[in-house]
């Protein structure tokens, strides 16, 4: 079993759609969270960093940690073609001078106007 | 906040080539670097953990003779690709982060082809 779990996709959805994308791990030492959005042939760009149990919120996009279930999730509200991209969820250990991102494979997703 | 700029974006050369790319934190400083190696559709690999004025910690399976990293200031980390081949061409990422805790940042990748 991988330590982070992510469905490739792709997934497709039209413009205004709500989407859900999720990740699940199993390693409890896990305590940071993010989310990643990476357009082609671009570097990864920080949306969502989390610590806790619970939902933080940002504009269109809600992060959301289960720890108990070891379960994440990105919610894209009133989805828009720009959000096309690839979606690559992160999380790392506490302590450590150099702990380490362990990134689930990426969703990608296409908004269709 | 929090941009990191890394050159060049795009690099063809000849094979046996050494190529250098350099990443820098634009606005803040870095006490760590990390550079990231990514195929076609896949995630980012992790190479190589830099701290400031140290040396690299390299992940299992990275020759650390073929990728030099270099990280001599707060801003700047280089990573050379020495004498290479074809099957090093790839997309090559780095990430700065601030501190020891905080999230990592990322440069917009270099796309590395080699002849």
């Known amino acids: 079993q991988k330590e982070v779990e992510q469905d490739p996709g792709p997934l497709s959805v039209p413009e205004g759609a709500i989407v859900s994308l999720n990740c699940t791990y199993s390693?409890?030492?896990?305590?940071?969270f993010m989310w990643y959005r990476q357009y082609s042939r671009k570097g990864p760009e920080l949306l969502m960093y989390t610590y806790s149990s619970g939902n933080k919120e940002d504009g269109r996009f809600t992060a959301q940690v289960d720890k108990s279930s070891k379960y994440i999730s990105l919610f894209i509200r009133d989805s828009q073609p720009s959000d096309s991209a690839t979606y690559l969820c992160?999380?790392?250990?506490?302590?450590?001078?150099?702990?380490?991102?362990?990134f689930g494979k990426g969703t990608l997703l296409t908004v269709n106007p | 906040g929090a941009v990191v700029s890394q050159h060049p974006s795009w690099v063809i050369c000849k094979s046996g080539t050494s190529v250098k790319i350099e990443c820098r934190s634009l606005?803040?400083?870095?006490?760590?670097m990390f550079w990231y190696r990514q195929f076609p559709k896949q995630s980012l690999m992790l190479m190589a953990t830099?701290?400031?004025?140290?040396?690299?910690?390299?992940e299992q399976g990275v020759e650390k003779d073929k990728f030099l990293i270099n990280h001599a200031s707060l801003t700047l980390s280089t990573l050379t690709v020495t004498s290479a081949h074809p099957e090093d061409s790839s997309f090559y990422i780095c990430s700065a982060r601030q501190g020891t805790g905080g999230p990592q940042h990322f440069g917009d990748g270099t796309r590395l082809s080699i002849l």
């Open positions: 390693n409890s030492a896990f305590q940071y």
């Open positions: 992160a999380m790392k250990e506490r302590g450590g001078s150099n702990y380490k991102l362990t």
């Open positions: 830099s701290n400031e004025g140290s040396k690299a910690t390299y």
């Open positions: 606005d803040f400083q870095a006490t760590t």
